[in-house]
């Protein structure tokens, strides 16, 4: 019987962790691309695209993400299409994610104060002058805080993909706990790895929150 070390058990979800770190940055990056193309259709003057954008985000919002993992990994295969397990991961995380993002910098978007608006179209600006050049870049001070923070939960959710064989960090605590039968070593391990990759973002969502409350407060 192969004796395992602490280092052993470390190094091995260290190794799970990296895809949980990669597959995070993947799914953040083209959540938010996804995300804004939302945005716009969201915030549109062609009820067609806002209507079709809110029911992409009821749809995605209102079923679980777990459902969305199975159906991106077994569905496509019943149209013949071989799916492998990261690919699938990719595309639901990617999926689910944009549907809150788009819905978080949609509320950003309407707290600016519609005078903006008007003052922008007085000017003869078309709707993505006046998306461009007035309403994201006040927009966007506000989104900061609440875009890390929902970067967290992306962090968190990447755990249910170990449900479809993707292999990051969970996925490698149950392997290394199948052979080392040492679950609380191996989980106590892991979370301490979740709360390296979370807390910093947090922090950062908090400090950001306090700066911009601060700077409001001042102006």
Request: charged share 10%.
């Amino acid at each position: 019987m192969t004796a395992f070390t602490q280092w052993d058990i470390l190094r091995g979800l260290l190794l799970g962790a990296r895809w949980t770190a990669v597959l995070s940055l993947v799914t953040f990056a083209g959540a938010a691309i996804l995300g804004m193309v939302l945005l716009l259709a969201r915030t549109s003057r062609h009820n067609g695209l806002r209507a079709a954008a809110r029911l992409y985000i009821e749809l995605f919002q209102g079923t679980p993400l777990l459902m969305q993992l199975f159906l991106a990994f077994f569905g496509l295969s019943l149209f013949g299409l071989d799916v492998p397990s990261w690919l699938a991961a990719g595309m639901a995380l990617i999926l689910w994610a944009s549907a809150f993002l788009a819905e978080i910098w949609r509320g950003c978007v309407e707290s600016v104060p519609r005078g903006q608006w008007e003052a922008s179209a007085s000017l003869a600006m078309g709707y993505f002058q006046q998306m461009r050049h007035v309403i994201l870049p006040q927009a966007l001070r506000l989104a900061i805080a609440p875009t890390v923070g929902f970067s967290v939960q992306i962090v968190k959710s990447t755990a249910l993909t170990s449900i479809i064989g993707f292999t990051e960090l969970s996925k490698a605590g149950t392997i290394i706990t199948n052979a080392t039968f040492e679950p609380f070593t191996v989980y106590g391990y892991a979370a301490l790895i979740y709360f390296a990759l979370c807390w910093p973002m947090s922090y950062l969502s908090h400090s950001l929150e306090r700066r911009l409350q601060h700077a409001a407060d001042r102006a």
